[in-house]
């Protein structure tokens, strides 16, 4: 079998990875050089700790076997399975935690609630003060600027993979093909888009209208921090945000205490993880309004700092990148994916959300299964 894969995001990779891993050959098509959206503008987190239970979480967990797998197999992935803490400070915030070790899926997410003296003995960079931390042990991560250029390596090697920069595909053509900006076209058994937050053009023309939505966001990166963080780190408005921590005590939360007034308005929580070179990818920021601005506004950013100095007790280093980045979330987020045939031999696979970096491996291999590959 030929599968034609259309965008080189961690999606599109993950589909090629699978069709690939199937003894099948790929043509990949990106319209960049490589992937520069979404996928690579991320924490690089595999977030199993907020996922919704049910197929969310199922998605997320069976991901996070899959990435373990090729992460041994691709060691420039750079995957660990670093865990996660989230501090909490007070009686509410205290609360949620404890509802979310409550949970009936706790035991699967690797949930535990640990005393400060216990999180710091699992995490001592944080230093600063909080009444005890949510600790998930499933959490992992890879580094989200060089996975694809990793996969792609050992995708090539097979020789089963052919990738094709540069080329923006125009036109879908018949059954089985595409043909590019370069007039080529490209045919085979089955074609995969997956086109992330590009859901005009080609889109659109095959598709119609879908039912996802762009969600923009700002982060940042640091200087290396001089020592180890050795989990990710969230704070306590993610609770806010990830739909694992709906809860009475999470309503309660939102009752009894105002989100900081930077962070209700970008509807932000704090993620941090530490990259292979000791710096600190921090955010984030979500901007559901279109049209979306064009800059990148200061508060978020000295709202994330003030957040990060009082987990760690200490200053932040300097901040060496920031910037801005848009994907595509289905309209109704209890869904994982929207996976849609747009005409016989040829899917649309978008709209993961910030699910994306976590459950792409998994989305690819249900693509995979129900299309017989």
Same mark, same amino acid.
């Given at each position: ?6 965008? =080189? ?23 960049? !050089?490589?992937?520069? $959206? ?11 700790? $907020?996922?919704? @239970? $049910? ?19 691709? &060691? ?13 400070? @007070? ?5 949620? %935690? ?9 035991? =699967? ?6 005393? &400060? ?26 580094? &989200?600027?060089? =996975?694809?250029?990793?996969? +792609? ?39 995969? #888009?997956?086109?992330?937050?590009? #859901? ?10 879908? &039912?996802? +939505? ?38 309660? #939360? ?8 930077? !962070? %209700? ?12 070179? $000791?710096?600190?990818?921090?955010? /984030? ?13 200061? /508060? ?11 987990? #760690? ?14 994907? %595509?979330?289905?309209? /109704? ?5 929207? +996976? ?34």
């Amino acid at each position: 079998m030929k599968v034609i894969v259309v965008g =080189a995001g961690v999606v599109g990779t993950m589909h090629a990875w699978q069709a690939v891993e199937r003894g099948h050959e790929v043509v990949h098509i990106e319209r960049e !050089a490589e992937a520069r $959206g979404a996928s690579l503008r991320n924490f690089g987190q595999i977030w199993v700790s $907020g996922r919704a @239970g $049910g197929e969310e979480l199922d998605t997320a967990l069976r991901a996070r076997e899959l990435w373990e797998g090729v992460g041994a197999r691709v &060691p420039g992935l750079g995957f660990r399975a670093n865990g996660s803490l989230t501090p909490v400070r @007070g009686a509410l915030e205290l609360a949620v %935690a404890e509802a979310a070790v409550a949970r009936a899926d706790a035991a =699967a997410r690797g949930y535990k609630l640990l005393t &400060p003296d216990e999180a710091r003995a699992v995490n001592p960079a944080l230093r600063g003060a909080f009444d005890a931390a949510l600790w998930c042990e499933r959490d992992a991560a890879v580094e &989200p600027r060089t =996975a694809q250029l990793a996969l +792609r390596a050992a995708l090539l090697a097979t020789g089963r993979y052919t990738f094709l920069p540069d080329r923006e595909v125009r036109e879908v053509v018949g059954e089985h093909a595409v043909r590019d900006d370069h007039g080529e076209l490209h045919s085979g058994d089955a074609v995969v #888009l997956c086109t992330g937050a590009w #859901l005009s053009g080609l889109v659109r023309e095959v598709a119609g209208p879908v &039912p996802v +939505r762009r969600v923009r966001l700002q982060m940042m990166q640091t200087a290396p921090l001089g020592e180890p963080l050795t989990t990710s780190v969230a704070d306590a408005d993610s609770f806010r945000y990830y739909p694992a921590y709906a809860s009475g005590a999470l309503d309660a #939360l939102n009752a009894g205490q105002a989100q900081d007034p930077t !962070a %209700a308005a970008h509807r932000m929580q704090l993620l941090m993880v530490q990259r292979l070179d $000791g710096g600190l990818t921090i955010g /984030d920021t979500h901007e559901y309004e279109h049209p979306f601005a064009f800059d990148t506004v200061e /508060d978020p950013y000295e709202h994330l700092v003030r957040v990060v100095e009082s987990l #760690l007790g200490r200053p932040l280093p300097p901040i060496r990148r920031r910037w801005a980045g848009v994907y %595509a979330q289905c309209v /109704d987020t209890t869904r994982v994916v929207h +996976r849609q045939r747009v005409r016989d031999g040829v899917w649309l696979v978008t709209g993961p959300g910030g699910r994306g970096m976590t459950c792409s491996p998994a989305i690819a291999e249900t693509t995979a299964n129900e299309l017989g590959w």
